[in-house]
């Protein structure tokens, strides 16, 4: 299997199969494909709790297994929402979270958990991600470049969380919330009532434009 990022600005994913292999992608992503190349719709792993936030968010349940069954290659391409994709690659036992509707697709199976909030607990309300676990390459959708921060043991940044991209190999454990009570300072400052504090060991991928959340921009 051959994936290659194409564009500069606005980009699409071209994925070359060899005769069997299988690409699993997000439902609505694909430009075009080959013929020869075919169609299965799977559950995405989330359960009767992905079902009913699925609902509520409007975000498909489904993920498409796209399967080369001739004996030469075939091409299908895809693309995101937002113009530029960007690539992680897990492994078994990493957890990848993204945000909620930016997983674009995978070159092997992925478990995508769309009922998942940070911290949702602490805040009362969380912030729409998506978590994602498995053993593959991920591709996903990215408006811009990305500042990488790879974070030692016991190592910790205080983020906005409306620049917060993607998160590998952090857990929920690792991850709060603290409110900005000094409203004066709030207001010169100009930053959000909500920061995240984020403790190593892990990556953390920041979006220089930032992602807002309806539920904290009516607050």
């Known amino acids: 299997m051959d994936c290659k990022i194409l564009g500069n600005v606005y980009q699409s994913l071209e994925v070359t199969l060899s005769p069997n ?7 609505g992503s694909m430009i075009y494909m080959d013929s020869g190349i075919e169609q299965d719709v799977q559950m995405s792993g989330s359960g009767l709790m992905g079902v009913l936030s699925s609902k509520l968010s409007g975000e498909s349940l489904f993920i498409i297994k ?24 897990i492994t078994t036992g990493q957890t990848l979270v993204l945000r909620r509707g930016d997983y674009v697709g995978s070159n ?7 009922n998942f909030s940070i911290n949702k607990f602490l805040t009362g309300s969380g912030f729409a991600f998506q978590k994602i676990t498995g053993d593959s390459t991920v591709f996903f959708d ?7 921060r790879d974070l030692m043991p016991g190592e910790e940044i205080i983020v906005d969380e409306n620049h917060i991209k993607a998160l590998l190999g952090i857990d929920d454990s690792r991850i709060s919330i603290q409110r900005n009570t000094n409203i004066l300072k709030n207001l010169v400052s100009g930053e959000g009532w909500l920061m995240t504090r ?5 990556k953390v991928f920041l979006s220089s ?7 904290q921009q009516s607050m």
């Not at 292999?21 to 439902?27: I, K, M, P, S, T």
């Not at 434009?209 to 539920?215: C, D, E, F, G, T």
């Open 209 to 215: 434009v930032p992602s807002y959340n309806p539920k």
């Open 108 to 114: 092997n199976k992925v478990n995508v958990d769309i």
């Open 66 to 89: 796209f399967t080369n069954m001739t004996n030469s290659p075939r091409k299908l391409t895809l693309s995101g929402h937002s113009g530029s994709l960007k690539h992680i690659k």
């Open 142 to 148: 990215c408006v811009d470049s990305l500042i990488t």
């Open 198 to 202: 984020i403790i190593g060991p892990g």
């Open 21 to 27: 292999e299988v690409f699993y992608a997000e439902r």
